[in-house]
């Protein structure tokens, strides 16, 4: 009787964690071969969010699906990951591709749209609830989705990245060894040039804007953390909120917290003595989503 009771008990933990990272091949427009991973937890919410996660230069997208506590919180939640993954450029995103900086172009970004409407369609998942979230490259890539695909996505949270179009007219791709660092080196720009450079990306376009959660260590010598400086006076300019106030200890000893109107827009968080990157907070992110209270 013990042993079936334990036999139960394994095949109940089976079902529980059964869910695993899943390759996708056939899901739409990829024009740059992009790759598409996908977890779907076994306890999936009725009509359930995506968050987008995409990983630094030289990751993947297994590595960035280890790399944090997201599936964890999936399987709690319900929600579904989609986990992009760039075998160009040393593993880094095209950020400084005129296709991927303008709407319906190209490039990677259209290939994660793809993605996404895979997903929203195959799973019935609300397309009010797609977010966004990456580290370093992939935190570059978080800033220009949400910049060139306003209408697609919620909110935003990029970890040691650069503003929208920050590399444009870059001719090298943005990888740690290329030699043109200007933009990761802190280049600034007035808020509203660097808000021109979202509207430009979708002309016309007048909807609602993704909210902005902005993470980056003081310490940083590989991409400046000037540069969270100037993502912050981009989306500031874009949502139109102003920073007001500053708040120390927050979300840790070492963190500043800049908070920009009533703080549901626009966060930044500086870390001192934080280097490249800033480490994944899934609770604050998570929070600043709206998918966990």
């Known amino acids: 009787m013990i042993f079936s009771k334990l036999l139960a008990l394994a095949a109940s933990a089976t079902t529980v964690m059964g869910a695993s990272l899943q390759r996708v091949t056939s899901f739409g427009s990829n024009p740059t071969n992009i790759q598409f991973y996908i977890y779907v937890p076994d306890k999936l919410a009725t009509n359930p969010a995506i968050i987008v996660g995409l990983h630094p230069c030289g990751g993947n997208a297994q590595q960035w699906f280890s790399g944090t506590r997201l599936p964890s919180y999936a399987d709690k939640n319900g929600f579904i990951l989609i986990y992009p993954g760039t075998p160009n450029y040393s593993n880094c995103w095209d950020v400084q591709n005129a296709a991927s900086l303008t709407h319906g172009a190209g490039g990677d970004a259209l290939g994660v749209i793809s993605m996404v409407n895979y997903t929203l ?105 000037q540069c969270a400086t100037e993502a912050l006076k981009q989306w500031s300019n874009v949502l139109n909120v102003t920073l007001s106030k500053s708040n120390a200890g927050v979300p840790s000893a070492a963190y500043t917290q800049q908070v920009y109107g009533d703080g549901t827009q626009l966060v930044g968080y500086f870390g001192q003595g934080v280097g490249h990157t800033a480490p994944v907070n899934e609770d604050y992110m998570l929070r600043f989503f709206g998918l966990i209270a």
């Open 121 to 225: 369609d195959k799973y019935k998942a609300d397309k009010s609830k797609v977010y966004v979230m990456g580290s370093s490259s992939g935190a570059m890539m978080t800033n220009l989705l949400a910049g060139s695909y306003p209408d697609v996505f919620e909110a935003g949270s990029a970890y040691s990245g650069v503003a929208h179009a920050c590399f444009a007219g870059s001719t090298q791709p943005p990888t740690p060894f290329s030699s043109n660092q200007t933009c990761a080196q802190g280049l600034q720009h007035s808020a509203a040039e660097w808000g021109n450079f979202v509207r430009n990306s979708y002309p016309g376009y007048t909807g609602r804007r993704p909210r902005m959660q902005i993470w980056h260590g003081n310490a940083d010598t590989l991409v400046r953390p």
